[in-house]
């Protein structure tokens, strides 16, 4: 990459919300680092994403310190990141289960990957992170409305716009910013209505240019949500 460059990593880049940013930034001629659990799902997401631009497609987990490090000597090689994208995560049980009978073993799962490894890919990235680099972490509603069978996505949610909001108190170098995207037809929408017809879901990218709204770093660091975003573009 050259160094007028602006490179972005995308965790969970392969399919749903994390591809359809990642494409989006492609096609703007941004370099990608993205990864994805599904070998072959991230296969088929680097080809079309290498159309546009340069891509590291690296296979694995973020709960996995070995990955993380990984992300961080792609992002070094890279020449730094100006955007990071926390879009990896887990859903949990399905159908969700209530708190009281919410297994704990599998609640530390849901922590481990909606808390812990977005902050530990922040860890491990922070030195590739240029000054003014902006970090995203996605959020859901779910995270500040009690919805009855999401104690615990909704909690993991919550601790990461906690996490967020000292993070970005604790570094005013980088702008941080939390993002509810809204319903969207993927496949952890599937996951968590097993039973419902969610084709009325729109699609991920109708998120994306509300997201993207922030990555200029022009609005103060903060929580919003992607569809009011789109409606502060169009106003301005």
């Given at each position: ?9 995308v ?14 930034l492609?096609r ?67 159908p ?18 909606n ?5 530990g890919?922040i ?7 240029k ?14 409305e ?81 569809q ?9």
């Amino acid at each position: 990459m050259d160094s007028n460059s602006k490179t972005a990593l995308v965790t969970g880049g392969s399919r749903g919300l994390g591809f359809a940013i990642a494409s989006s930034l492609a096609r703007q001629g941004w370099g990608i680092i993205t990864d994805a659990r599904g070998a072959a799902e991230l296969v088929a997401a680097r080809q079309e994403l290498s159309q546009w631009t340069q891509v590291w497609a690296l296979p694995g987990d973020v709960t996995h310190p070995s990955h993380r490090r990984s992300l961080a000597k792609a992002s070094a090689e890279a020449g730094g990141l100006n955007l990071l994208v926390n879009n990896a995560g887990i859903l949990g049980p399905s159908p969700q289960p209530e708190l009281l009978q919410y297994p704990l073993s599998v609640l530390e799962e849901v922590y481990r990957a909606n808390v812990l490894a977005p902050l530990g890919v922040i860890q491990a990235v922070r030195e590739c992170l240029k000054p003014g680099a902006v970090i995203i972490n996605i959020t859901s509603d779910a995270g500040v409305e009690a919805y009855p069978g999401w104690g615990g996505y909704g909690s993991s949610k919550a601790a990461l716009e906690q996490l967020s909001a000292v993070l970005a108190v604790e570094n005013p170098q980088w702008k941080v910013y939390w993002v509810d995207p809204g319903d969207m037809r993927t496949r952890m929408q599937e996951e968590a209505f097993p039973e419902e017809d969610i084709s009325d879901r729109p699609e991920p990218e109708k998120s994306v240019p509300g997201i993207l709204e922030l990555v200029a770093g022009e609005l103060p660091g903060g929580r919003y949500r992607a569809q009011d975003l789109i409606q502060y573009s169009r106003q301005a």
